[in-house]
C-alpha cells in the first residue's frame, strides 16, 4: 500500500499538478458560495477547459472543485439562509441562526474545519475499500456487469425524487437517449437521422444543457435577486481547539455515515448529512441548540456532506458505476480523457486512483487556508446578481459546447438539452437517473447482449450466477420497497375516509 501512495505522491512531483489542485479548490469555492449552482454544474462548467490538460491535471482539479463546492454551498446559508445546495441545507439551519447572532466568523470556522475533517477520515476509508472492492469486481462477467449497471440505476431512480414513478421516467429518457448512434455490435445507425449522431449524443454537450442552461432559464425567469447586506466576520480566527476537541466523536460518526452513504447510489450528500444532523441531535447533551445556532448542528452537517464526496468516488473508480449526477459527469469527464473507470483501472492505470487519494488528503490544509483566509470574499461572491451569473454560465456552457468538436452541432445540442432540462425540472422529473442511464446505457446494453450470445440466448444466464442474481434481487427490491410504502400510503389514506 505504501507503494500505491508514492505512486500517488510522484504524480505531485509535477507542479502543474499542484496548481490544478489550487486552482480546483478555488473555482469550487466560487461555484459553492452561489447560490443555486453546486459541484455538477461546476465540473459540467469546467469539462470543456480540460481539454487541452494532462489527464492528471485535469482529474485533480476536478475532484478538488467537487471537495470544494461542496462545502462552499454552507457559505451562502451560513451568510443569507441561502444554502448554495442541498446538502448545505442542514448547515443552513444553525449556521443562519449564528449569524444572526453576530457569530458568523465562528459558524464559518466551525464549517470549514468540519469539512476538512470529513474529507481527510472519509479517504482513508476511501483507501481501504476501493481497492478490495475493486479487486473482487475483476471476477464479474458479463451478466454480474449488467446486474450492476442494473444496480445503480433502479437505486438512483428510487432515491433521486419523491415519486418512483418519476425517477422511473428519467431513466427510461436516459436509457433511450443511449440508443443514438451506430449499434456496437452491428454497426447499424439507431435513430441517427443525420451523420452527426453516429457516435451518440455528445456527452459534454448534454450534460451543460441539462444543468447549466437549464439553470439560467431559470435565473431568468426569478429575475434580478435583491443584494443582502454582508455580515461581519468577527471570530473567523477564534474558534478554541477544546470546541473541536469535545466534538471528536461527533466528527468520526458523521464522517463513517456521510462515507457510507454517498457510497450507496443515489443517496448522495444531502441525505448524509440530514442523517448526521439527525443523529448528533439524539446523542447530543443540548439538543435544544439544534436549529437555533448549535455548533453540534453545523459540524455534523458538514463533516457528513463532504465525507459523502469519497464515498461517492468509491463506486466510480472502482467499479465504473457513477452513483450521482455529480459522479455521472465525473465518469463523463474520465472518459472523454481515455480513462475508463472500473475495476481494471487499478491496474492499467494506477496512478489516476492513487493520485486522487492523494489529491483529497493535500486538498484538505490547501482548503481550509483558502477558506479561512478568503472569507470575506466568499460572502461578496455570494451576492453576485443573478442576471450576471446566468450571462456569465451561458456563455462559458455555449463556448464549451462549441470547442467540444469545434463546430455548431454541439451547441444545438446543449441549447436543445437546456430547454429539455428546463422542462424535466419544471415537471419535478430528477436529472440524475438520465444522466446516469445515458452514461450506463452502454454498460448495461453491451453486457447485456454478451451474456445473452454466450448462453445461445438462455435468459436465465442472468440469474444462473449466485452474484448476478443477488445483484439484480437488490435491484428489484429498490423498485418495490418505495412501491409498497405508496401503496400503504394510499390504503392509510382510504382508510382514514
Excluded: C
Amino acid at each position: 500500500m505504501i507503494d500505491n501512495l508514492l505512486i500517488g505522491l510522484n504524480a505531485f512531483a509535477d507542479p502543474m499538478v499542484l496548481v490544478g489542485l489550487i486552482a480546483g479548490a478555488l473555482i469550487g469555492y466560487l461555484i459553492g458560495a452561489i447560490p443555486g449552482l453546486g459541484p455538477s454544474l461546476g465540473i459540467a462548467l469546467m469539462i470543456p477547459f480540460t481539454y487541452s490538460m494532462d489527464p492528471l491535471v485535469s482529474i485533480v482539479m476536478l475532484v478538488a472543485l467537487f471537495a470544494a463546492a461542496e462545502y462552499g454551498g454552507a457559505i451562502s446559508g451560513i451568510l443569507l439562509n441561502s444554502p448554495g445546495t442541498a446538502a448545505a441545507v442542514a448547515t443552513t439551519w444553525d449556521g443562519y441562526p449564528l449569524t444572526k447572532q453576530g457569530k458568523t466568523g465562528i459558524a464559518l470556522n466551525i464549517s470549514i474545519i468540519s469539512s476538512g475533517i470529513g474529507i481527510f477520515v472519509s479517504t482513508i476509508l476511501l483507501f481501504f475499500t476501493a481497492v478490495p472492492l475493486s479487486e473482487y469486481a475483476l471476477n464479474f462477467g458479463p451478466s454480474a456487469y449488467f446486474a450492476l449497471a442494473l444496480l445503480g440505476l433502479s437505486l438512483v431512480s428510487s432515491f433521486s425524487s419523491g415519486s418512483l414513478l418519476k425517477g422511473a421516467l428519467a431513466m427510461g429518457l436516459g436509457l433511450a437517449l443511449a440508443t443514438v448512434g451506430l449499434d456496437s455490435q452491428t454497426g447499424v445507425p439507431r435513430f441517427s437521422y443525420h451523420p452527426d449522431f453516429f457516435e451518440g449524443l455528445p456527452l459534454v454537450p448534454v450534460l451543460l444543457g441539462l444543468f447549466a442552461i437549464s439553470e439560467v432559464l431559470f435565473m431568468i425567469e426569478a429575475g434580478a435577486s435583491h443584494k443582502v447586506k454582508n455580515q461581519p466576520m468577527s471570530g473567523i480566527l477564534e474558534v478554541p481547539f477544546k470546541t473541536f476537541y469535545k466534538m471528536k466523536y461527533l466528527f468520526l460518526r458523521s464522517s463513517l455515515i456521510g462515507y457510507f452513504v454517498g457510497v450507496i447510489p443515489g443517496a448522495g450528500a444531502s441525505i448524509g448529512s440530514f442523517i448526521s444532523y439527525a443523529v448528533a441531535k439524539r446523542f447530543s447533551k443540548q439538543p435544544e441548540l439544534f436549529g437555533n445556532g448549535s455548533y453540534e448542528g453545523i459540524a455534523a452537517s458538514e463533516t457528513a456532506n463532504n465525507a459523502s464526496v469519497s464515498g461517492s468516488l468509491s463506486p466510480l473508480l472502482a467499479l465504473g458505476i457513477p452513483g450521482s449526477a455529480t459522479t455521472a459527469i465525473m465518469i463523463g469527464a474520465l472518459m472523454i480523457h481515455g480513462v475508463q473507470p472500473g475495476p481494471l483501472l487499478f491496474t492499467t492505470n494506477p496512478e489516476i486512483p492513487y493520485t486522487v487519494f492523494v489529491s483529497l488528503w493535500l486538498s484538505v490544509p490547501i482548503m481550509v487556508f483558502i477558506g479561512l483566509a478568503g472569507a470575506r470574499f466568499w460572502a461578496k461572491v455570494a451576492d453576485i446578481p443573478r442576471p450576471a451569473i446566468a450571462a456569465i454560465v451561458a456563455s462559458i456552457s455555449l463556448i464549451g459546447a462549441y470547442a467540444s468538436t469545434s463546430s455548431m452541432f454541439p451547441v444545438y445540442v446543449a441549447l436543445t438539452f437546456g430547454v429539455v432540462g428546463y422542462v424535466l425540472r419544471k415537471a419535478n422529473i430528477p436529472l440524475a437517473p438520465v444522466i446516469l442511464a445515458l452514461v450506463l446505457g452502454d454498460m448495461l446494453e453491451t453486457n447485456l447482449r454478451r451474456a445473452l450470445s454466450i448462453s445461445n440466448g438462455d435468459v436465465t444466464t442472468l440469474i444462473a450466477n449466485p452474484l448476478s442474481a443477488t445483484l439484480l434481487a437488490i435491484a428489484a427490491l429498490s423498485f418495490l420497497l418505495p412501491a409498497l410504502g405508496m401503496f400503504r400510503k394510499k390504503v392509510k389514506g382510504y382508510r382514514a375516509h
